[in-house]
């Protein structure tokens, strides 16, 4: 079983719709967790940190649930620029990856 | 200003023709990470550096060397790269090992093997 799991999507919204993506961790002693975004050929950029009572930053919001193991993110009223992939990390004694989560918003 | 600086932006080698990508950061960040990156693939982690101390991931080709000569930079050799080596290549930062502190990405450098 992969460490963490996510649906590649692609997810396709129109502008101003509110997406959620999940992701789910496989190693309960996993400690840290984090959302990157990463552009078509260009390098995993921190989106933000997911803490354990939830956090916000804008339009995104991101949930941890230990006990079911996943994370999530939350994009509220989305943006063209928010076209990108989204890629779930979780820190256990190294960084695991996800595929990543393909977004398209359209126009 | 970037604080990860990968040199150069793209590689272009022959079959079989060794070359060295650099990685440098103004972090001073205790942890350096070299990853491969596949299109439409999770990054692979190759190996990472803690201080000085090399930690290479089991399934890491021979082919894939690194050296550290300073906290600042970080060396990432492919002796003899095949049509299979050719990928994006991060390189990345964290304070320390096992924190809680995310990690921090250079540009990347994509390589193409003739």
């Known amino acids: 079983r992969k460490e963490v799991e996510q649906d590649p999507g692609p997810f396709n919204v129109p502008e101003g719709a509110t997406v959620a993506f999940n992701c789910t961790y496989s190693?309960?002693?996993?400690?840290?967790f984090f959302w990157y975004r990463q552009d078509c050929r260009k390098e995993p950029k921190l989106l933000m940190s997911?803490?354990?009572s939830g956090n916000e930053d804008g339009r995104f919001t991101a949930q941890l649930n230990r006990a079911s193991q996943y994370i999530s993110l939350l994009i509220r009223d989305s943006k063209l620029s928010d076209s990108a992939t989204y890629l779930c990390?979780?820190?256990?004694?190294?960084?695991?990856f996800g595929t990543g989560t393909s977004l398209t918003v359209i126009p | 200003d970037a604080m990860v600086i990968q040199n150069p932006r793209y590689q272009v080698t022959q079959f079989g023709k060794p070359v060295t990508l650099s990685c440098s950061q103004t972090?001073?960040?205790?942890?350096m990470y070299w990853y491969q990156q596949k299109s439409s693939q999770a990054p692979k982690l190759l190996f990472h550096?803690?201080?000085?101390?090399?930690?290479n991931e089991a399934d890491t080709p021979d082919n894939f060397q690194s050296r550290r000569p300073n906290t600042s930079f970080c060396f990432l050799d492919i002796r003899s790269p095949g049509l299979g080596d050719a990928a994006m290549y991060l390189c990345?930062?964290?304070?320390?090992?096992?924190?809680?502190?995310?990690?921090?990405f250079g540009d990347g450098t994509r390589l193409s093997i003739l």
């Open positions: 990345a930062t964290s304070r320390d090992w096992g924190s809680n502190q995310p990690q921090h």
């Open positions: 190693n309960s002693a996993s400690q840290s």
């Open positions: 997911v803490y354990s």
């Open positions: 990390v979780v820190m256990r004694n190294q960084f695991y």
């Open positions: 972090l001073n960040h205790n942890v």
């Open positions: 550096y803690y201080d000085k101390d090399f930690n």
